[in-house]
C-alpha cells in the first residue's frame, strides 16, 4: 500500500511540474472519472485527494512568489 501511495505522488508530482496551472489534475484522473468530486465513489478516490492537495500547495506557492514580487517592487 505504501509503495502505490508513493508511486502516486510521484507520478502526480511529474505530472503537474510540466503545467503550472493546478487545476489542470482534474482534467485527467487516473481513475478515469469524468465528475471529479461530483460522484459518490469519488469520496474515497486517493487520486482526487492527491490532486486537490497538489492544486492546493502549488496555489499556496503561486501565492507566495506573487506576494514575495510584490514586496520586492517596494
Known amino acids: ?8 505522488c510521484l507520478q502526480l508530482t511529474v505530472d503537474n511540474s510540466r503545467s503550472k496551472n493546478p ?5 485527467h484522473l487516473p481513475c478515469g472519472c469524468l465528475h471529479p468530486g ?12 492527491a490532486c486537490l492537495s497538489q492544486k492546493q500547495m ?14 520586492s517592487r517596494v
Open 58 to 71: 502549488l496555489e499556496r506557492k503561486q501565492a507566495a512568489y506573487a506576494e514575495a514580487e510584490a514586496v
Open 23 to 27: 487545476s489542470e489534475c482534474l482534467l
Open 38 to 49: 461530483k460522484e459518490l465513489c469519488c469520496e474515497n478516490c486517493e487520486y482526487l485527494e
Open 1 to 8: 500500500m505504501f509503495l502505490q501511495d508513493l508511486m502516486l
